[in-house]
């Protein structure tokens, strides 16, 4: 994923010509693309919310990183680093790396801190039981109902009022529990580009004074068969969660989440 630095700085004559260059990409994104004198591109970073709204959780943007492997240990993955940091408003970035890998390496050499634990787990739709998946959808939850909501994500707006304005097409499904109009939980896939078959999990999320009711099981059972009706080409959901999260891990392997990978959580404070 990263490139380990050797911390000679060198200037290869291919590095020498080689551009940093910012791409555009959907909104609230960041992307810089590292191109060879042949137009190819060689490597890429992009700094993008860990969540996908505003939200009253605090969060960290998050940074991924990549060149390709014949092009590493040449200072590209630095030069990219250097236009996250130039480009950045916030005062701190995470990554997540793999254990002992020229990722973490690289995070170590370039002052990234504090490492957590972070899991992600992946649901394939193969294995989901669709009957079983339908009652806990339609259990009765007294004075909670569902509802969706479908479109592209802005960069502003957060999951209430997404839920107040119309459903639209959209690369998101949105799902939540409400009472009485006050919102008691969510949860939200985003799908990528190009009909990409995983969709990226957020959440869910139960407010303190709504949990112990089961709220977040729901919700994302009925976001799990409302996302493949409106994206049926979607085949897989993958999400992360805090290592230590137990109560959120098991709520994950209920539906048919398993375990993907464990990764370490890096922050860097600009």
């Keep these: 994923m990263f490139e380990p630095w050797t911390g000679a700085i060198v200037c290869f004559m291919s590095d020498c010509l080689t551009d940093i260059v910012a791409v555009s990409d959907r909104p609230g994104v960041s992307r810089w693309h590292a191109v060879a004198p042949s137009g190819s591109v060689v490597g890429s970073a992009s700094l993008r919310p860990d969540l996908p709204f505003p939200s009253s959780v605090p969060s960290v943007p998050e940074l991924r990183l990549y060149v390709e492997p014949e092009q590493r240990r040449r200072g590209i993955g630095s030069r990219l680093l250097t236009a996250v940091q130039e480009r950045a408003t916030e005062t701190r970035l995470a990554t997540d790396v793999a254990p002992d890998s020229p990722g973490e390496s690289f995070c170590l050499r370039h002052g990234f801190r504090n490492p957590r634990i972070r899991r992600h787990d992946l649901l394939t739709y193969c294995d989901v039981h669709q009957a079983w998946l339908g009652e806990l959808v339609d259990a009765e939850h007294p004075g909670y109902r569902l509802t969706h909501w479908t479109g592209d994500l802005p960069s502003t707006a957060g999951a209430e009022a997404l839920l107040r304005g119309p459903s639209r097409p959209g690369n998101a499904v949105l799902t939540a529990a409400d009472m009485d109009g006050d919102l008691a939980a969510y949860v939200v896939a985003v799908v990528g580009g190009q009909l990409q078959p995983r969709a990226r ?70």
């Design 201 to 270: 999990q957020y959440g869910p999320t139960v407010f303190p004074e709504h949990r112990g009711r089961r709220l977040g099981r729901w919700v994302n059972a009925a976001l799990i068969r409302r996302l493949r009706e409106v994206h049926p080409h979607v085949s897989e959901i993958e999400t992360a969660t805090a290592g230590d999260g137990r109560h959120s891990v098991g709520t994950l392997e209920d539906l048919g989440f398993r375990l993907l990978r464990r990764m370490r959580r890096y922050e860097l404070t600009l």
